[in-house]
């Protein structure tokens, strides 16, 4: 086992998944039918939240979220460069503009300082990004974003299951957007989540992932349904299949279990990693309960022997696989020349950036493996 390569991620799937997706295959119904409008209860259920919106990724919730509260071209969206694509392509899916405000470089999140500077009289809405799974500080950016009047869409992709101040993710924002991603927390293979308490927001979601058709697509086929549909928008197809759906309620069952082992693995890192002056260990809050998605170890650069590329290359040859998150946004062709963006503009992101490496954490991980990975950073960083 010890001289095998460690995976930077490995979803955890088991017999409970399997016999759930044989059941739905031979039910003869693999669309969307009771086994996701069943997820969507448990998932909102578990958050707190009054509805849940199963879709086909959390890049379409986020679409759908901004389609719910009305952003049009001629809006700003406020949001972080640290983040994936997902969250800034979402905002130019409407012609809006993506507006960058820098982190606090203490916890990769959204400042909220940073995020009221960014204000002006276009800004419509802000997409706070709960980085690694550790919430953002959503009292501040909400009492910011109240006094402005502005919508909250969370990305809430690595932020489940978490809470900030006592309240789950899923239950803060105007709209929460989950991802089911291969690699997240956890996982339908692709698939997504809206949570919201508007009724509103939460008809409107629904009603655009399915073609704007004003009735679910399954119940037209059923007994209990007509023949009889309306289109009353031009909608989307982001609707999350019954197949899809059956692996994410036992994923959610599983979900607490998932989260205690990722935060065993999480203290033993943080135990061995203290002791070196090279290290800072992973970005964690007394008031969050952290999802622990990711761990996101960073380099003191000017302690270190080796720059973050020779680091991963030294983690590499010790057969780890390590992943960056992220390359900042505003560094990305498109945004940089769309924009005009240059580093120094959100200087912690980019700092930030340089100096990041995010290692295995899983709930598959064996002990043994986590104790390779510690063995393999701290030679390295020796
Ligand atoms: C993975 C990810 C997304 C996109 O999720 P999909 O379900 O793949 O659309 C959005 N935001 C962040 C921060 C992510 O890491």
């Avoid at 803060?172 to 692709?190: L, R």
């Avoid at 999350?240 to 959610?252: H, K, T």
Wanted: overall charge negative; charged content about 25%.
């Amino acid at each position: 086992m010890s001289d095998h390569y460690i995976p930077f991620s490995v979803p955890d799937l088991g017999p409970a998944e399997i016999d759930a997706v044989t059941r739905v295959l031979e039910s003869g119904w693999l669309t969307s039918g009771q086994v996701a409008a069943d997820f969507e209860r448990e998932f909102a259920a578990r958050v707190g939240a009054k509805h849940g919106v199963a879709v086909s990724s959390c890049t379409a919730a986020m679409h759908l979220a901004l389609e719910a509260i009305g952003l049009t071209a001629q809006d700003e969206v406020i949001t972080s460069p640290y983040t994936f694509a997902a969250t800034a392509e979402v905002i130019r899916y409407f012609g809006a503009r993506p507006v960058f405000a820098d982190i606090d470089p203490r916890t990769f999140n959204l400042s909220a300082s940073a995020l009221e500077a960014a204000i002006s009289p276009r800004t419509k809405a802000v997409i706070p990004v709960h980085v690694g799974g550790l919430p953002a500080d959503m009292d501040a950016i909400s009492d910011v974003c109240m006094r402005h009047g502005l919508k909250i869409v969370e990305d809430a992709a690595h932020a489940f299951p978490a809470s900030h101040a006592g309240r789950m993710i899923g239950s803060i924002g105007d709209v929460t957007c989950f991802s089911f991603y291969a690699t997240k927390t956890i996982t339908t293979g692709e698939g997504g989540m809206i949570t919201t308490d508007d009724d509103a927001y939460a008809e409107r979601c629904r009603l655009m992932a399915l073609h704007g058709i004003s009735k679910d697509a399954w119940k037209r086929y059923t007994s209990e349904g007509s023949w009889y549909y309306e289109i009353v928008a031009p909608g989307y197809k982001y609707n999350l299949s019954d197949i899809a759906a059956a692996i994410g309620r036992v994923q959610l069952a599983r979900a607490t279990a998932m989260r205690e082992r990722r935060l065993e693995i999480k203290e033993r890192y943080d135990e061995a990693f203290l002791a070196s002056d090279v290290l800072d260990t992973a970005p964690d809050d007394s008031r969050c309960m952290h999802s622990w998605h990711l761990y996101m170890l960073r380099l003191n650069l000017d302690r270190s022997r080796l720059d973050r590329g020779a680091f991963i290359e030294g983690l590499k040859a010790k057969g780890i696989g390590t992943s960056v998150h992220f390359i900042p946004l505003h560094l990305h062709p498109y945004y940089r020349d769309t924009y005009g963006l240059r580093a120094a503009d959100f200087p912690s992101a980019s700092a930030e950036y340089m100096r990041e490496i995010s290692i295995p954490i899983y709930s598959r991980m064996l002990d043994e493996q986590v104790d390779r990975v510690i063995d393999a950073v701290m030679d390295l960083a020796g």
